[in-house]
């Protein structure tokens, strides 16, 4: 269909349209998902799907739907740099818009939310177009795209304190993987809500939230090696660890391990910012 039946139907404040079947609807607003052209993405495949998708449009599909995202997860994927990110990521951001419908109205069994629990996470592991802004493009997002998908899962009633734990990890293990470049679209600070997410389900144990903190302080502690760029593999954990410090000591709603979160995040930022913090001794 043409672009100006899509602005039609935005126009119309997103009703679903009459004049042609729902499946051949979504199939449309599928494809544009995958779209270079940041309008028919950004501004209308994607607003559209959420939109429909909030109004209960898909309940009796939404296994369906959620199931097409999860298959456009792996469209393309290993590749950098190339269009193919767009499917991918924006397919995270409506599988993560299925998984919000089924929190609200707890429509599916759960084996279909971890199943799309296991490949969500295991695309984000596996992504490497780590793009944030594409001029001429827009956003791509990948990373940031998938915390939020995470931080849907982690407020699935279906998802208990093993569940948790694994999406901690998986949060970790984004997180130290060596990108082209550092992550400075914003992401470290999507990872740190979806962690603070986890967190407010208080269920993970600090036991468990210390060694994971410590796998990441080490992952961001500089080893002086001159013949690696050490930002590529220290600068994103590092950027983690200082938003989730901001959320844990600012947000609104506070977490049950506030204080000794705390604690230990600050321990975590002197260590890695040691070099920072030394006393300068002038004269003699």
Known sequence: MSTAYWQQVRSAEMKVPTDRPLADLTAELTTMLGSIDPVERDETAYPI???WISEGVYDDLLSGLG?????????????SGTDSVFRRSFSALVLAECIERDNAR??????????????????????????GFIPG??????????????GML???????????????????DRLLLETPVPLTSGEPDRLALATMTILRRRLVPLRIIEPWLARLTAAATP??????????????????????????A?????????????????????STNATYLRREVTGR
Do not use: C
């Not at 084996?111 to 799309?116: E, G, M």
């Not at 600012?250 to 002197?270: H, K, M, T, W």
């Open 137 to 150: 493009r827009g956003w791509a997002h990948a990373v940031a795209h998938g915390a939020d998908a995470v």
């Open 106 to 131: 707890s429509l599916l069994p759960p084996a279909k939310i971890l199943d799309w629990g296991d490949r969500v996470t295991g695309w984000l592991v596996r992504e490497r177009d780590v793009r």
């Open 49 to 51: 799907l959420a939109t």
């Open 223 to 248: 080893t002086g090696s001159t013949e690696h760029d050490p930002y590529l593999t220290t600068a994103n954990p590092e950027a983690f660890l200082r938003a989730l410090h901001i959320q844990v």
């Open 250 to 270: 600012l947000a609104p709603e506070p977490i049950d391990v506030r204080a000794d979160l705390l604690l230990e995040l600050v321990a975590a930022l002197r």
């Open 67 to 79: 199931d097409g995202m999860a298959a456009g997860l792996i469209q393309g994927l290993g590749e």
């Open 154 to 172: 982690a407020e699935s009633p279906h998802f208990g304190l093993n569940e948790l734990t694994v999406l901690l990890d998986v949060i970790a």
